[in-house]
């Protein structure tokens, strides 16, 4: 008898576990799906078959020349988010301490958020000279506001009471950001990650036209040089795969991190 | 059946203290929640502060604590300033605050080890006080709890747990059994006047019950809102029961104008 129910209970997690699988990959298969039937009443430059991307996917992945090329794109995404990072959390704790570099910086920064990448790139290549330094240049300035920004917000929302708590017990500065600051601030800094890491994917392949002899931006530029759908599709999803992977690894530092928090019944 | 100060210098001192939230042009204009306020309290006291809800009783915690300024007044705790000379008063002063304010981001134990570690001591000996005092409050076997998981008034225990674990010498109790059932409001009463006693600790007792105000403190203060003190009544031993029922009718007729 428990032993039916249990065997019982495990085909059901196998069930539910099936049906997670389904839920998460139901979107894209409808998407490759759409693209797929497209595909068979336009010629293969304006939609290739799905078959085609998936071999050219597998020769980027397989060819070390090819991959490095993706490798070299993520690292200009990470190195312009750490560096936009480092600087909005000087800026946001300045903006945070001081009225007067409030009343300052706030403005400069919404108006540099009005700039488009593509202005940047033209302002880096005026004023620079290394290409690596134009790209980091142009990450980091185009997403440095919203840094700055949701760390202010971070910062504002710290819980006042919590924060008066922590304070009665005199701590050291360092210990006050370490217990205080830090832990509060935690979840709307990978939130930030999450949204700029969106946007930098967007961004770099812009900022790679300022002259990359690699990267995935200037292979873009080559497939439409040649015409090749395929191959601009295939480029575009490691670009893809990588932002899909790299949120994956913030989901898990989440999901580690917030373990403390308290799960209700009621869904929102 | 006014109070005489056990030791020479009091331990904490309001001099014509008042407090004013607000500013003249903001649209809810000025409000004066502690006005010229004089008060001493000897070292070793244990005073019970009673007033009705909204009559100033956290503000002049506040001010005690050093989380806030005077608008006018001074101050004094220990002859220093709480508020300009704050991080003196390091390992000094505990508090419990009105809620249980506890980290949720730390566990029952990890909470009740934050005081602890401003003072750098030991994590072995942390622990080890910690656990104690959680033991102490009847919440052995919740240590490792995360503060969701806990009930109110357990939330409530493990934050007294928390300023009772770094012994400070001056203890702030904002209504800290008000969460809490009668009878385990009782008993806590009864270990809290006992340590304080004991180890000749200031206690500062907020609260809105004449009982708990009578059952605690060697003197009780009342005040009225905008915070004045109404009576400061000294009980010592030898208030008789009777003289003890005509100082709680004196108060409640008091507090209910
Ligand atoms: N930060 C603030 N800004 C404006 N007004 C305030 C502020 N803090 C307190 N007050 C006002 O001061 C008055 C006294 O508040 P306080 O919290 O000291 O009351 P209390 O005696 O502790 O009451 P309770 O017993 O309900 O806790 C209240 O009427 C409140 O409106
Ligand atoms: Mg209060």
């Known amino acids: 008898m428990a032993a039916t129910s249990e065997s019982g209970l495990e085909s059901w997690r196998l069930v539910g576990f099936g049906r997670r699988i389904l839920m998460g990959v139901a979107p894209f298969a409808a998407i490759a799906a759409v693209w797929q039937f497209a595909s068979l009443f336009f010629p293969g430059y304006l939609f290739p078959s799905l078959v085609d991307v998936f071999w050219r996917c ?11 090329d993706v490798l070299a794109t993520a690292g200009r995404i990470l190195a312009g988010l750490a560096g936009a990072f480092v600087f909005g959390c000087l800026l946001g704790f300045l903006i945070v301490q001081s009225r007067l570099a409030d009343r300052f910086l706030s403005p400069v920064l919404i108006f540099f958020q009005g700039i488009p990448a593509l202005s940047w790139v033209v302002f880096a290549i005026i004023w620079f000279h290394g290409v690596e330094f134009r790209i980091l240049f142009i990450m980091v300035v185009t997403t440095l506001p919203a840094f700055t920004f949701q760390v202010v917000g971070a910062l504002r929302a710290m819980p ?28 709307e800094i990978l939130t930030a990650w999450k949204v700029n890491l969106g946007n930098a994917s967007r961004v770099v392949v812009v900022a790679e036209l300022v002259g990359a002899s690699g990267g995935v931006g200037y292979q873009l530029l080559q497939q439409q040089q040649l015409f ?21 690894v913030l989901t898990l530092i989440e999901t580690f991190a917030f373990r403390y928090r308290a799960v209700s019944e009621r869904a929102l | 059946m006014t109070s005489k100060d056990q030791a020479s210098a009091p331990e904490i001192r309001f001099d014509r203290v008042s407090k004013v939230f607000g500013s003249p042009d903001a649209p809810s204009g000025v409000f004066r929640a502690v006005d010229d306020l004089s008060l001493d309290i000897g070292r070793g006291q244990l005073v019970a502060l009673l007033g009705k809800t909204g009559c100033g009783k956290s503000t002049m915690f506040n001010m005690i604590a050093g989380l806030s300024e005077p608008s006018e007044g001074t101050v004094l705790v220990s002859g220093q300033n709480p508020f300009r000379n704050f991080d003196w008063f390091r390992g000094k002063i505990a508090i419990v605050f009105q809620n249980d304010r506890l980290l ?45 998981a806990l009930s109110g008034g357990m939330r409530q225990r493990v934050s007294i747990a928390r300023a009772f674990a770094t012994n400070a010498e ?14 385990t409001a009782q008993k806590l009463r009864t270990e809290f006047a006992r340590l304080v006693r004991e180890n000749g600790k200031t206690a500062v007792f907020i609260t809105h019950s004449i009982n708990e105000a009578f059952d605690i403190g060697d003197r009780i203060v009342v005040l009225k809102r905008p915070a004045r003190i109404a009576h400061d009544i000294a009980m010592s031993a030898d208030v008789d029961l009777e003289e003890r029922e005509k100082i709680r009718e004196t108060i409640r007729a008091s507090l209910s104008q």
């Open chain 1, 58 to 68: 597998l020769a980027i992945l397989t060819d070390w020349s090819a991959f490095s």
């Open chain 1, 160 to 187: 006042k009471d919590l924060l008066e708590m922590v304070m009665s017990f005199r701590p050291s500065r360092l210990k006050f950001f370490r217990m205080m600051v830090l832990p509060s601030v935690l979840p």
């Open chain 1, 228 to 248: 090749d759908m395929a191959g601009a599709l295939a480029w575009t999803l490691q670009l893809v795969f990588f932002v899909l992977l790299f949120q994956w």
């Open chain 2, 104 to 148: 949720p981001w730390r566990t029952a134990i990890q909470n009740v080890e934050l005081g602890l570690e401003m003072l750098d001591i030991p994590k072995a000996e942390r622990r080890d006080t910690a656990k104690q005092w959680l033991s102490k409050l009847g919440l052995a076997g919740h240590e490792d709890d995360y503060p969701h």
């Open chain 2, 170 to 183: 001056l203890l702030l109790c904002d209504e800290p059994f008000s969460a809490l059932d009668e009878i």
